[in-house]
């Protein structure tokens, strides 16, 4: 038998993927209902590099905090407001059906964005955003991604 990794050496590991002690200590499985993504890339035959993954984990994590904080106030991210739709439905008409999103006065570019991420939280949708230093060690090339629980990132 190998000898388990010492404390020191699990320090050096989180340094690169920057998910806490916890994670490599924990025996319990990974919830992959709750961790589910879909993430979208500039470059499809691009692998996942570190960066990504580092972008994704704390995205992940900020998901499950904000999922904690609605259980407490007994609030339902999966209580679907908007109408689903398939591939075969006309573009114009969803377009039609998704009109009330947009916000109707003329509006600044920043003010247009605010007023639409408040009518998508008004329909269980909330939207995080990222802002990624210049000087990181390891960059991220994701555009964005979906999670399961109705947060756009």
Request: glycine content about 4%; charged content about 25%.
């Amino acid at each position: 038998m190998s000898k388990p990794l010492n404390k020191t050496t699990l320090k050096a590991i989180d340094t690169i993927f920057q998910v806490g002690l916890d994670f490599y200590t924990n025996p319990s499985p990974l919830n992959t209902k709750e961790s589910s993504i879909l993430f979208r890339k500039d470059n499809l035959k691009e692998n996942l590099e570190i960066g990504d993954k580092q972008f994704i984990t704390q995205y992940e994590k900020e998901i499950n905090y904000i999922s904690g904080l609605a259980k407490l106030g007994d609030f339902s991210f999966t209580a679907r407001k908007l109408k689903s739709f398939a591939l075969q439905d006309s573009p114009l008409e969803v377009a039609k059906q998704m009109q009330f999103l947009l916000p109707t006065k003329k509006l600044s570019d920043k003010q247009f964005l605010e007023s639409f991420i408040d009518n998508l939280a008004e329909q269980n949708i909330l939207v995080l955003e990222n802002i990624e230093s210049h000087n990181k060690k390891y960059k991220s090339n994701l555009c964005g991604f979906l999670s399961n629980q109705m947060l756009l990132c």
